[in-house]
T-cell receptor, first 112, second 112 residues
């Protein structure tokens, strides 16, 4: 069965500092990996995905993620965080089927 | 505008009173799914549908029903709601397995 782990419930950074949100996954076969962001009282917004190809994936709002097959990780990164990046972030994995499994989420707080 | 529309956004009901949460997408997506979001648990899949008249259980299907009579609609039915079904519900759709999901804005359900 596929699964996703987000080891940190919360991540706190100062504005302008690098931001990293960690994600590890378990799936049989090649994974499809996704990051979503949820702002308060809103639905989930797609940030980026890894299907195949380059291990470094670039997405919306200046975010990027690095796929590491040997460590089964897909960490989300942003070189310089903004206060407006404060939100709940979800990592998700999809195997050859259609099921998308989510991690528990990481709350990011960027302080001014 | 391409979107997934859920209604209602907020709903308070009493235990045992049947209710339906509607979901409609205008993107001609084959795949649709329902998730519930609970603090610390992330999003858990309730039911999914790979096409018209094809539905299957997700991870937490107990107490829920769905139907897929038309491609665009995928209603979630709670025949006899209970307080443990108080949650934030999301409908999502996808064109193919390699694509990200498009999520609705969510329905916050409270069962008293």
């Amino acid at each position: 069965a596929q699964s996703v782990a987000q080891p940190e419930d919360q991540v706190n950074v100062a504005e302008g500092n690098p931001l990293t949100v960690k994600c590890t996954y378990s799936v049989s076969g090649n994974p499809y990996l996704f990051w979503y962001v949820q702002y308060p009282n809103r639905g989930l917004q797609f940030l980026l995905k890894y299907i195949t190809g380059d291990n470094l994936v670039k997405g919306s709002y200046g975010f990027e993620a690095e796929f590491n097959k040997s460590q089964t990780s897909f960490h989300l990164k942003k070189p310089s965080a903004l206060v407006s990046d404060s939100a709940l972030y979800f990592c998700a994995v999809r195997d050859k089927g259609y099921k998308l499994s989510f991690g528990a989420g990481t709350t990011v707080t960027v302080r001014a | 505008e391409a979107q997934v529309t859920q209604n209602p956004r907020y709903l308070i009901t009493v235990t045992g009173k049947k209710l339906t949460v509607t979901c409609s997408q205008n993107m001609n997506h084959e795949y649709m799914s329902w998730y519930r979001q609970d603090p610390g648990l992330g999003l858990r899949q309730i039911y999914y549908s790979m096409n018209v008249e094809v539905t299957d259980k997700g991870d937490v299907p107990e107490g829920y029903k769905v139907s897929r009579k038309e491609k665009r609609n995928f209603p979630l039915i709670l025949e006899s709601p209970s307080p443990n079904q108080t949650s934030l519900y999301f409908c999502a759709s996808s064109l193919t397995q390699g694509r990200g999901y498009t999520f609705g804005s969510g329905t916050r359900l409270t069962v008293v």
